[in-house]
């Protein structure tokens, strides 16, 4: 199935990270304690409630605009390199599609692959 959406319609995509990620926090933070100080999930459940509220001011972001405030959030923080990896994809995406007025999932998964 290779549904379109409008890059407005996209901000939907950006909302069921920004909620994935805040209801992982607990499952990050554990998996980081194994190989890391364990403190992944806390500081990505900061960055993307910060990313929340930024958004919250903006209620018709698209999902460029979202993945642009997303990413300018986690640069802004102290970070990890979760900070790094998102900035690469959100700008994998971007590239692919910043003139695109038409989305859908395989070109989000292209974006995501070639953000290297």
Same mark, same amino acid.
């Given at each position: 199935m290779n549904a379109e959406f409008s %890059?407005?319609?996209g901000s939907r995509v950006v909302d069921a990270i920004i909620s994935t990620i805040k209801v992982? =926090?607990?499952y990050l933070t554990e998996v980081d304690s194994h190989g890391g100080d364990g403190d992944h999930g806390i500081n990505? %459940? =900061?960055? &993307?409630t910060i990313a929340r509220e930024e958004l919250d001011k903006q209620p018709d972001y698209t999902m460029s605009e979202g993945l =642009? /405030?997303?990413s300018q959030v986690l640069m802004r923080l102290d970070?990890?390199?979760i900070?790094? &990896?998102l900035q690469r994809t959100k700008c994998g995406i971007q590239r692919e599609r910043k003139d695109q007025q038409r989305n859908n999932a395989e070109? /989000?998964?292209e974006g995501v692959s070639k953000s290297g």
């Amino acid at each position: 199935m290779n549904a379109e959406f409008s %890059n407005q319609a996209g901000s939907r995509v950006v909302d069921a990270i920004i909620s994935t990620i805040k209801v992982s =926090k607990g499952y990050l933070t554990e998996v980081d304690s194994h190989g890391g100080d364990g403190d992944h999930g806390i500081n990505m %459940n =900061k960055g &993307f409630t910060i990313a929340r509220e930024e958004l919250d001011k903006q209620p018709d972001y698209t999902m460029s605009e979202g993945l =642009k /405030v997303i990413s300018q959030v986690l640069m802004r923080l102290d970070g990890t390199i979760i900070r790094k &990896f998102l900035q690469r994809t959100k700008c994998g995406i971007q590239r692919e599609r910043k003139d695109q007025q038409r989305n859908n999932a395989e070109y /989000v998964e292209e974006g995501v692959s070639k953000s290297g």
